[in-house]
């Protein structure tokens, strides 16, 4: 700010020794004047210039590093969010506050101080020397700058609903063709990419309507004002001419001076009314960020300190007695009455097609999302009276998606317990059945993954996320469809490792598959959000029809010829 003052300042003394120039050197043909004069507009200059120079890569570096902080706090910010609350924006939405709308905030930061310091100065300071330079020629110029910035503020009003809008479709965009990237085997495999093609072009078009409407509205600020600066410059330069040939001014450097401070001055204006266009831009850009800040700390479980509310090294029954729950903004219960039921050691499965509501309970059960109806204790204590940190202590979770960080394969497993040793790491790998694929890998636990597991297959992704699993310790283990790119015969070797080497601890197996269902203790049949049947094999072959149906369509008719199904 400083730096910026001192430039300000050698900038409005210029015009001031230019007159000097004029009126006490050329006029009088006084050389020596002229050469002093001179001197002091170069010495000016060179201060300006070093001044401006300090004064922007103080500024570069002042607004980088607020930037930079802006991106990790709002980062931070968004992987403490709870599930419920990240999709309330999305995740298209998050990477546009956490990139555009922070590209915008910077820039405006950049800009701050020449607003704050350099404008005010330019516009009180050029004036002031103006009207004591000439009064009559300033007040010509001074005219102009009410209109300009009422015609500023007319073009500006609606800019902030253009801006709106055109960020949320920019939303829209990114959701777009994150979906796209997502799913384009089955756009390709159902001939959709023309579809998909559509809804892309039509969030892209809106988007663009509604950008070019703001910077076409906000483009017409420039002509107007250079036009209204430049008719008073020729006023002031005809009014000027016609005074000094009346003799009413004797000193032509008043003219020159206050032709240079109407220059210092019209840049001011313009600066100023740019950044009066760039307020409702900033304003959408803040209250975006803003919506992500504000909204309320959650009760995440990641605090490194929470005290394990049971024993980590024994089962521990878990209960869901009649768990409704409904998604934000949906219209029906994606869990409606559920009640289900595991006692300590027990192996238990959950089973139903997609869509059957089998991971919403497991993201229920997890306390990702808040349960609207019932109640779910674990060890008879009610879910009311933990924290979240407490409830997820009590589970070592494979989720459905396996997901695979850029690291090496000790990294990726250790995700589940950080101390855990390479004798640890190769035990949890031999139960999961990747002894192979170790011994295929001449770094070992140093082979690097590539993110998202692009350099392993989807059956080493499973397995991997199971070892970051199993290698930590917790009365509950939940497996979310962790078998489903595994072969029968080995998801059979594993669960077999997985039973012995999770003896006495409580297991919820959840599944589209029979074979992964059979040999639990009980099974839960779920369908559209609700627990149908439940009992073992041999019971909901006889009692529950959804069940009959998904052995049939998965084992054949013979499945269902006798009281027992061989594996």
């Not at 001197?39 to 890569?57: D, R, Y």
């Not at 219960?333 to 991971?359: N, P, R």
């Amino acid at each position: 700010m400083l730096m910026h003052t001192i430039a300000t300042l050698t900038e409005l003394l210029m015009p001031y020794v230019m007159s000097d120039v004029v009126d006490r050197g050329i006029a009088a043909s006084n050389i020596r004047r002229v050469v002093i004069s001179s001197g002091i507009m170069l010495v000016l200059a060179v201060f300006s210039l070093t001044a401006a120079l300090i004064s922007n890569k103080i500024n570069t570096s002042v607004t980088t590093s607020f930037s930079s902080s802006l991106c990790k706090a709002t980062f931070k910010k968004i992987n403490s969010l709870s599930p419920e609350q990240y999709s309330k924006i999305g995740s298209s939405g998050l990477l546009t506050r956490s990139t555009d709308d922070i590209f915008n905030v910077e820039g405006a930061a950049s800009q701050l101080v020449y607003t704050v310091v350099t404008v005010p100065m330019m516009l009180i300071g050029g004036t002031a020397l103006a009207l004591l330079a000439d009064v009559t020629l300033s007040l010509i110029f001074l005219v102009c700058i009410p209109i300009i910035l009422c015609f500023v503020v007319f073009i500006v009003r609606p800019l902030r609903a253009m801006w709106d809008i055109s960020d949320k479709y920019i939303d829209v965009q990114n959701r777009i063709v994150r979906e796209r990237l997502i799913g384009i085997r089955v756009i390709r495999a159902f001939n959709n990419e023309d579809k998909e093609h559509r809804r892309a072009k039509h969030a892209t078009e809106e988007m663009a309507k509604y950008m070019i409407k703001a910077n076409v509205r906000s483009g017409y600020i420039t002509p107007v004002t250079m036009l209204l600066l430049n008719l008073s410059t020729v006023a002031i330069l005809l009014v000027g001419i016609s005074k000094v040939q009346s003799g009413v001014i004797t000193e032509a450097g008043d003219v020159i001076a206050v032709m240079q401070y109407v220059t210092l001055i019209a840049n001011a204006v313009i600066n100023l009314s740019w950044t009066i266009a760039w307020i409702p831009h900033l304003r959408v850009s803040v209250s975006r960020i803003s919506e992500v800040f504000d909204m309320p700390k959650c009760d995440d479980g990641s605090d490194d300190n929470v005290v394990a509310a049971f024993p980590l090294l024994e089962g521990a029954s878990v209960k869901m007695d009649n768990v409704s729950f409904i998604y934000p903004d949906a219209n029906t219960k994606a869990l409606d009455s559920v009640s289900m039921f595991a006692d300590k050691g027990e192996t238990v499965a959950i089973i139903g097609g997609t869509g059957s509501g089998k991971s919403t309970l497991i993201k229920v059960l997890l306390a990702l999302y808040p349960h609207t109806e019932g109640d779910i204790t674990i060890n008879n204590v009610n879910y009311s009276s933990l924290s979240k940190g407490e409830i997820r202590l009590a589970y070592s979770v494979a989720l459905q998606k396996a997901m695979i960080f850029e690291g090496t394969l000790r990294d990726n497993i250790t995700v589940g317990r950080a101390d855990a040793t390479d004798d640890e790491v190769r035990g949890a790998i031999h139960d999961v059945e990747l002894d192979d694929f170790l011994a295929s890998k001449e770094e070992g636990l140093d082979f690097l993954l590539v993110g998202l597991g692009q350099n392993v297959s989807g059956g080493q992704k499973q397995r991997i996320n199971m070892a970051r699993t199993i290698i930590r310790e917790a009365p509950i283990y939940v497996f979310d469809d962790s078998f489903s790119a595994l072969d029968y015969l080995t998801e059979k070797r594993i669960r077999e490792k997985l039973l012995t080497r999770l003896k006495g601890r409580t297991k919820i197996l959840v599944t589209q598959r029979v074979s992964t269902a059979i040999s639990a203790d009980r099974i839960y049949v779920m369908d559209r959000g609700r627990i149908t049947a439940s009992g073992t094999h041999k019971e909901l072959l006889h009692s529950s029809d959804i069940y009959r149906e998904i052995c049939i369509s998965q084992l054949g008719k013979g499945a269902i010829g006798g009281d027992t199904l061989e594996e």
